[in-house]
């Protein structure tokens, strides 16, 4: 029985619980000894783990995926929690396990979010993007697995409905800026913000942990993407054809630079807008994920390669904050003078 889970644990805890083995590297001491970095998954987090060199010898026969006993206690180290493991023993029968408690899955509701993914598909009133929007999402083999998807392994929404919820959030602020600006094809945009991340379906193989299929390291989910899409497009009679060539260019370009990984850079205005609000949800994730990994007591986190800094974690003091109820209030104040007149 999960009798602790990953959020709960504070440092100075003692660990004596189930988990599963996401992550297993073996590094070396200067002196040329052994030691084992791991990360532990359940259903509520990551937790990074050290096995030093005397339980490295007694407790390494196990590999990534197996489930573990692990006992321990949680220090700090690097501005974040580490567990700094006692024992480690593999479990051979998982007939017990429930596996539920280990699977990392959104915490905003996989049917709520894709409920309102289809609103926004009703929303288009272009009809040859419309209609290939509906060849994905009304496909349910294809709403399964893109509700079941992930968008990362390990920075950004990388569990289990984390591909429909980045996908619906860089959706939504997408068809929030075209409302900001006249110029904005939004139905085109919002096709490629609904569509550009759509190869990762078959990139990331989404089980108790996450793995990269042989398709995702070969080509990629952006060369993936593409072509699902141009598969779909030639099924509908009279897709235009610049219409066809800008939305593909949106999924070729939404990684914004060919080091990153896109064949091409954006050229479009809806294609700059994709590719800075994708890379924005990321980092707002990748920010979130470090709040829940890193210790409440500590006010700046550990170098982040991703952000190539330190980030400040600290929560802004009390005063700073505005009263809620206050502002709510004042609103109705407003709503009642307004009335007046």
Not at 20 to 37: A, L
Not at 173 to 191: K, S
Not at 283 to 306: P, Q
Request: proline fraction near 1%; include cysteine.
């Amino acid at each position: 029985m999960k009798n602790q889970y990953v959020l709960d644990l504070k440092v100075g805890n003692s660990v004596n619980s189930t988990f599963v083995v996401s992550r297993k590297i073996i590094k070396k001491k200067k002196n040329g000894d052994d030691y084992c970095i791991v990360t532990l998954q359940d259903k509520s987090g990551d937790l990074p783990g050290v096995m030093w060199t005397n339980v490295l010898n007694e407790f390494g026969d196990f590999e990534e995926g197996d489930f573990v006993e692990v006992k321990g206690i949680i220090n700090r180290y690097n501005q974040s929690r580490q567990l700094v493991i006692d024992s480690l023993i593999k479990i051979k029968d998982e007939s017990n396990i429930e596996y539920s408690d280990f699977i990392k899955t959104s915490k905003k509701g996989i049917q709520k979010m894709f409920s309102e993914l289809k609103e926004i598909i009703k929303s288009i009133e272009n009809p040859s993007l419309k209609k290939l929007l509906d060849l994905f999402f009304v496909d349910k083999t294809f709403a399964k697995n893109f509700c079941n998807g992930t968008a990362a392994m390990r920075y950004h929404h990388a569990y289990r409905g984390g591909l429909l919820e980045h996908t619906l959030s860089v959706t939504k602020v997408c068809d929030l800026i075209a409302g900001n600006y006249n110029n904005i094809n939004r139905d085109l945009m919002v096709a490629g913000a609904l569509l550009h991340d759509i190869g990762k379906i078959k990139e990331y193989d989404v089980g108790v942990i996450i793995s990269v299929t042989d398709q995702g390291k070969l080509l990629g989910h952006i060369s993936m993407g593409y072509s699902w899409v141009l598969d779909r497009i030639k099924k509908i009679k009279d897709f235009p054809q610049e219409l066809k060539e800008r939305l593909l260019h949106i999924i070729l370009s939404h990684h914004g630079y060919k080091e990153y990984g896109s064949p091409v850079e954006p050229k479009i205005l809806e294609a700059f807008v994709v590719h800075h609000v994708d890379y924005m949800d990321a980092d707002v994730a990748g920010y979130n994920l470090l709040l829940d990994e890193s210790d409440e007591e500590v006010d700046w986190s550990r170098f982040v390669k991703n952000f190539e800094r330190s980030v400040l974690l600290r929560k802004l003091d009390a005063e700073c904050v505005a009263d809620k109820k206050k502002i709510k209030n004042r609103k109705n104040n407003n709503l009642e003078q307004d009335g007046l007149f």
